[in-house]
């Protein structure tokens, strides 16, 4: 009965936050497909920085400049890398949430495989005496 309470009571929280939003307001990032559409500019930038020095990367490696303006086109799926990490981000989630959701803590990140290169590696360096 509490956990009924509890939920009806986040629903119904929801609801009457969501009544005050203006529904004019341009929602910001465009073409967010796993991330929350309500996501800050701080916690783009955040994630943004994650991927990159997880993968030492490039924000180029996922995105497409647009020829025209010359820009970054950040909403364009022109790129096949973004569609990857959509997928690699439905993974550690879900390997996060099986098995590490008593820990409060995302253990397993985008580092956790990458260490800071493009294509993570099966198998650990091999050591200078078995060369």
Known sequence: MKKLLAISSIVLFTVISLSFVNINEDPGYKNLKILPKNTTHDQMDSIMKHFAKSLGVKCNFCHVRNDETKK???????????????SMMKMTSKINKKYFSHEGIAAITCYSCHNGKKEPTPFPPADKDDE
Do not use: E, L
């Open 72 to 86: 970054m086109d950040f909403a364009s799926d022109g790129n096949k890398h973004k569609d990857i990490a959509r």
